[in-house]
């Protein structure tokens, strides 16, 4: 078995209490193109506006789903997504879901380390990738791991394909319908944040994150009027599921497509597209903040803004609502599941000060101590989960699953949280050395182990230290042998960008130490490490 399922009990239960429909994204989509055929379902704004009504995507997804069927791509095949905010990521997704293949959805940031991990685990056939981006040449990369990839058949690229295959020449009319997945049945793959340096899959089913866009457009007041930004990289769970774009398609609304977080790119696409929905990790939440306090763009459209993906502290979220003239909200949840938000009639110190209630009345929360016992009532302790959207478990992955897992199948999250007497949950911070920079996951363990390739290093300790706009950001701790030539804190920089991994991993600081404090059993104190941290760094 590829991923651990619902018990039948619990499965059952979530039928009859009609979170689980029996709907496909597929069939989804068809049937909002019959209902309104000529409204907008998609606006890219770059390089020149181009837009698709929900007839159009249902039509382009046909195309392209007869045209890599074709080609052999079919039910239960992993196709890794790499595209950037543009139209055909949207059309190609669709596509794999109406023909029941899997999308594996890589970040635009990702380079080679992440991509043949990615396509090495999830043994995908195709992959699907921009010809070039930010200057950066990505049928290069496709070159290089379909080499490490024997099962990596097909690269399909949007623009010039090079040595691959154009996308544009895939689509073809379909001969009839093609036989598509069932409800239960996976509909994607996404990444864990890891703590380990080796991301797991996250296998979600129709079924499931159907119901959480559902709840999450029901929270948010999502409907067929809604103009929703996608301002965050369209393959993170965040932007596409709270309620994301995948919720405002599955509402009939209209998904604006970003092709940049920074205010100048959004700003005008809020004013000229009417826009009345977003989403934003905290440090783009202070810079959108600070930006409309300037007063030079008009967002008088702009309704709710969500943030999330990252602690966003008290002060920060005060002025959010002054700055931008709408209502927040914040969202803390994961991609392997439970999602929470506050409300839109929750008072103002519980916006400011909590991240929300769950999506589901089903969702089962514990807080407990170390040995898994419940703590007593608004301490914080670690948050355990089960629900009609959280996972059973990681994809092919039984030996991390028994970790991960407990035995009644409540997932483990890592987070540290208390519940506040409105029943919200308050997030302390993680339990795990996982490093939220920015939204970003880093697991030091993969950073570490890069600069411990080179050769004048003896040893490193990667931590988090606080940062007001990131939240965290990360400081290495290097160590060099005895024997070595003096390093710059860029040297390191230098040889961690150079083995080919996405930007937001590279250290923000280094500092070189003679010895790292210890634990009283001899272990490396990442505590002390980070207490230290506060001494004038290295940059």
């Known amino acids: 078995m590829d991923a651990p399922t619902w018990p039948v009990e619990f499965a059952d239960r979530y039928r009859e209490r009609g979170y689980w429909r029996g709907e496909t994204f597929g069939g989804v989509l068809r049937e909002r193109a019959a209902a309104h055929p000529d409204r907008i379902a998609l606006v ?145 793959l996404q990444l864990s944040g890891g703590t380990t340096g080796v991301p797991k899959l996250i296998p979600r089913t129709h079924d499931d994150y159907l119901y959480s866009l559902r709840g999450s457009n029901e929270i948010c007041g999502v409907d067929g009027d809604t103009r929703y930004l996608v301002t965050l990289p369209a393959a993170h769970n965040f932007p596409m599921s709270s309620p994301g774009w995948l919720g405002a398609l599955y509402a009939g609304g209209t998904v604006v497509l970003c092709p940049g977080p920074e205010p100048a790119v959004a700003f005008p696409l809020i004013d000229s597209e009417a826009v009345t929905l977003t989403g934003l990790v905290p440090p783009l939440a202070l810079l959108w903040t600070e930006a409309a306090a300037r007063g030079e763009y008009a967002l008088t459209s702009l309704r709710l803004v969500l943030v999330g993906g990252a602690k966003y502290s ?18 803390f949840g994961m991609a392997e599941g439970l999602v929470n938000y506050t409300r839109l009639d929750d008072a103002t110190e ?14 089962e929360i514990r807080i407990v101590d170390d040995t898994d016992r419940e703590v007593p009532e608004g301490e914080f302790g670690h948050l355990l989960t ?80 606080s940062d007001e706009f990131l939240g965290e950001r990360t400081l290495a701790h290097v160590i060099l042998r005895e024997d070595a030539e003096p390093l710059r804190p860029a040297d390191v920089k230098a ?45």
């Open 314 to 331: 008290e002060q920060a979220a005060r002025r959010l609502e002054p700055a931008l003239g709408c209502r927040l909200m914040q969202v």
């Open 350 to 363: 519980t916006v400011v000060a909590t991240q929300g209630l769950p999506i589901s009345p089903d969702d």
């Open 44 to 188: 890219d704004p770059a390089p020149r506006r181009r837009t698709r009504t929900y007839r159009e995507l249902d039509e382009a997804a046909d195309r392209l789903a007869a045209g890599f069927a074709e080609r052999g791509i079919g039910r239960g095949d992993r196709v890794v997504v790499q595209l950037p905010n543009v139209a055909e990521f949207v059309e190609v997704v669709f596509a794999l879901f109406r023909i029941g293949a899997l999308p594996v959805f890589a970040l635009p940031a990702h380079r080679d380390t992440e991509v043949q991990h990615i396509c090495s685990l999830s043994e995908a056939v195709a992959y699907v990738v921009p010809d070039e981006l930010a200057g950066f040449d990505h049928r290069a990369l496709a070159s290089r791991v379909r080499k490490n990839c024997p099962l990596l058949r097909e690269v399909f690229v949007l623009g010039d394909p090079g040595e691959h295959t154009a996308l544009a020449d895939v689509p073809r009319e379909p001969s009839g319908p093609l036989p598509g997945p069932e409800p239960h049945e996976l509909a994607f």
């Open 386 to 465: 089960r629900g009609p959207y959280t996972i059973r478990g990681y994809w092919r992955a039984p030996e991390h699953n028994a970790r991960a897992f407990t035995s009644d199948g409540f997932y483990r999250t890592g987070d540290i949280v208390r519940r506040a007497p409105t029943g919200h949950l308050v997030v302390e911070g993680r339990a795990k050395d996982q490093i939220n920079r920015g939204g970003e996951k880093i697991a030091p363990e993969e950073v570490e182990n890069i600069i411990l390739a080179h050769p004048a290093v003896h040893d490193v300790s990667l931590v988090a230290v």
């Open 495 to 539: 040889f961690v960008r150079s083995r080919g991994v996405a930007a937001y991993k590279v250290p923000d600081l280094v500092r070189f130490v003679d010895a790292f404090p210890q634990t009283g059993v001899g272990k490396v104190s990442k505590k002390g490490l980070r207490s230290a941290a506060a001494a004038p760094e290295q940059h």
